[in-house]
């Protein structure tokens, strides 16, 4: 037998057991946008923001994000740029190129290709880590944060949206606990603020279980990159034990991964000491940074030795 919506006579295809509640189609797909809405609205992120930059991957993370912020852009008249960043990681990259041109182009929007090669990271170079000091991931993560930022800066985009959703956000938060690195904690808020040559970063997947997403892009039919990055066992292992811990938490106790990332958004990130801003200005891309030397121009050296 059928299972009914909640609010409706229809077929209900996802049940929200936190709420105790089913959906069908619609109104699956009404609250997932609510949801996003409302946490855009909540924490003002995109209060002054004239041009929005939206990273995407290509992902189903990134591509809900893209098919929500296109609606609210346009209801607030906010001018919205696209990112997709070439990894150089073979054809993985090629199809989220691919995925992510398709859906700016089916939403009219702008964008920008970046690509790892043009500031000479290649990440799949056998001697990288042994150059560098850093698994793959690290070497990513510090790179595409930097272009995001610097095509911000560049384009006069006030924020940019990256499509963290809600298993991402306790997965770092949790593992930044358990290593000690509790200040980082800080750059996990819904949104940061913006500074001398740093747009503001905001996350408006902030409670949107990954779970969610996959059903959001397959509901709708939108295009996504379901393939996993060939790099990614060589991610940190403990960030994936953590992970896991993550999931079978919110499976097995609905709603527990929800209440902490409201208490990280609200509360516990305020019980830290501010942090103070120690941001100078890297000596050889003048972009800002902690040390000398940022730490994409520090990699990037490795590169060249
Ligand atoms: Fe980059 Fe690692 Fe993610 Fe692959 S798995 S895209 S190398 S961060
Ligand atoms: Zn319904
Ligand atoms: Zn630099």
Wanted: one cysteine or more; aromatic letters at 8%; a positive charge.
């Amino acid at each position: 037998m059928k299972t009914r919506c909640s609010f409706c006579d229809d077929h209900a295809i996802y049940v929200l057991k936190s709420r105790k509640i089913r959906l069908c189609k619609k109104h699956f797909i009404d609250y997932v946008r609510t949801e996003v809405e409302n946490t855009i609205y909540r924490f003002e992120m995109l209060k002054n923001v004239k041009k929005l930059l939206i990273a995407v991957s290509g992902g189903k993370d990134s591509v809900t994000m893209l098919h929500i912020l296109h609606q609210v852009c346009k209801e607030l008249n906010i001018e919205m740029l696209g990112l997709v960043i070439d990894t150089g990681i073979g054809e993985f990259s090629r199809r989220q190129v691919d995925v992510a041109i398709t859906l700016f182009k089916m939403f009219k929007i702008d964008y920008r290709v970046e690509s790892f090669s043009s500031y000479g990271i290649d990440i799949l170079r056998p001697d990288l880590e042994r150059k560098v000091r850093r698994p793959p991931c690290s070497i990513c993560g510090i790179a595409k944060r930097y272009i995001m930022n610097k095509v911000a800066i560049e384009e006069n985009c006030q924020a940019i949206a990256t499509g963290h959703n809600m298993i991402d956000i306790a997965q770092y938060a949790i593992a930044n606990i358990l290593t000690g690195n509790v200040e980082y904690l800080r750059k996990l808020l819904p949104k940061t603020e913006e500074g001398p040559k740093m747009a503001r970063r905001i996350r408006p997947l902030y409670f949107i279980d990954e779970k969610e997403t996959k059903l959001y892009v397959e509901t709708l039919r939108l295009p996504y990159v379901s393939e996993t990055c060939p790099l990614a066992h060589k991610r940190d292992t403990m960030q994936d034990t953590v992970r896991m811990f993550v999931r079978e938490l919110e499976d097995k106790h609905p709603g527990s991964i929800r209440h902490f990332v409201e208490k990280l958004s609200n509360k516990i990130i305020n019980m830290l000491p501010m942090e103070e801003d120690r941001y100078s200005t890297c000596k050889i891309c003048g972009m800002p940074s902690k040390g000398e030397i940022c730490s994409f121009c520090k990699i990037r050296m490795a590169l060249r030795e």
